[in-house]
């Protein structure tokens, strides 16, 4: 009859230390799993910290009486968004300006006949022209409610409803966070496994007198230590004076979030390394369940303007939970009541793939 000898604590540190060794002196997981997700964060960070609403360029053709007379005072508050280049009126220049709206070098030509003003755009970006329509529609209404000589019965008051400093770095911080630890954990796992398997480490391991648990508890404890480091270099790094990110009172919550993703993740790993049967197979698994599945959780750009099925899609998708709680915690200044039900549903997620994996698993590749 086999029997078990395990040595509790001091073989669980032992296979700790082997296998954080192990994983740092790899350094091509170490840059996949750490510096180049840091690379995405630094890159989008520096292109969009400056991010507001882009200024749109308007040819204007010939006269038009509601640019030409706007009062200063008007032209002075449009000055950020709206930059007009005005030409003359004949028929040579209006079709060099439909020209440049057609090829993108200006976002839209307007001229006016008569009391009509007329305004062409592309449709190859339709959201530059809704700028642009917005922007002059605003105007022609001013206009004529400025003939009529009475005063506006109603005006509008807008504003974000976040703090106006608040920058594209609190968005993208929470995304970029989970897609990289969605990464570490899944290959990690995945490939480990596989490895393990093709070395006949697990055949081994099995035999040898060491505690499954001390094996289990350590590889676990490796990838959660990873993903706590991941979250601390994110965070220091984003909460740079250069980048801003503002940590609101319940961000050490994004900790216990990122402890519970990180253990629906290695569930995914889990089941493809107990799956596939080499690591190159175990690879492509891993790629075709991470790229959708960040796309879809909008870890790089929000899913507000998506079609209601991809939205749909989305719900079923760990990572799109993890973060938008993320984003609750450290930027929208929710607390607990955001973080449980996501926490709680995390760990569901995770027991029910490990139960799949231990059904999928083998410690031989026959």
Request: hydrophobic residues 50%; aromatic residues 8%.
């Amino acid at each position: 009859m086999r029997t078990r000898k395990g040595t509790g604590v001091q073989s669980f540190r032992s296979l700790t230390k082997a296998m954080t060794l192990g994983l740092l002196r790899d350094r091509t997981a170490v840059f996949f799993m750490l510096i180049f997700p840091l690379m995405f964060l630094v890159l989008l960070g520096t292109l969009l910290k400056d991010a507001g609403v882009s200024e749109s360029k308007v040819i204007q053709v010939g006269d038009v009486a509601v640019l030409d007379e706007m009062p200063d005072k008007e032209r002075e508050q449009l000055r950020d968004v709206l930059r007009i280049e005005k030409t003359d009126g004949s028929a040579a220049a209006r079709a060099d300006a439909l020209e440049k709206v057609r090829k993108g070098d200006a976002d839209a030509a307007v001229s006016q006949a008569a009391g009509e003003v007329e305004l062409r755009f592309s449709a190859a970006d339709l959201v530059r022209a809704g700028n642009v329509q917005g922007i002059l529609g605003s105007i022609v209404e001013r206009a004529n409610q400025a003939a009529t000589g009475q005063p506006p019965a109603y005006t509008l008051t807008s504003g974000q409803v976040e703090d106006e400093s608040t920058k594209p770095i609190q968005f993208l911080t929470p995304g970029l966070l989970g897609w990289a630890v969605a990464m570490g954990a899944v290959f990690g796992t995945a490939l480990n496994l596989v490895s393990w398997r093709k070395k006949r480490l697990l055949r081994r391991l099995w035999l040898a007198p060491v505690n499954a648990g001390s094996v289990i508890g350590a590889r676990i404890g490796v990838n959660l230590t990873l993903a706590l480091a991941q979250t601390a270099i994110f965070l220091g790094v984003a909460t740079l004076p250069y980048f801003g990110l503002r940590l609101t009172g319940y961000w050490w919550l994004s900790f216990p979030l990122i402890l519970c993703g990180t253990l629906a993740f290695m569930s995914i790993g889990l089941v493809v390394g107990a799956w596939a049967k080499s690591e190159e197979a175990a690879n492509g698994m891993a790629q075709i369940v991470i790229l959708p599945m960040a796309f879809l959780s909008g870890s790089f750009f929000p899913l507000d303007s998506a079609p209601q099925w991809l939205r749909t899609v989305s719900e079923f998708l760990p990572l799109k939970h993890l973060g938008e709680a993320m984003q609750d915690v450290l930027s929208r200044g929710e607390g607990w009541s955001a973080a449980l039900p996501v926490m709680a549903g995390l760990l569901a997620f995770a027991a029910v793939l490990t139960l799949i994996a231990a059904r999928l698993f083998r410690w031989d590749e026959a």
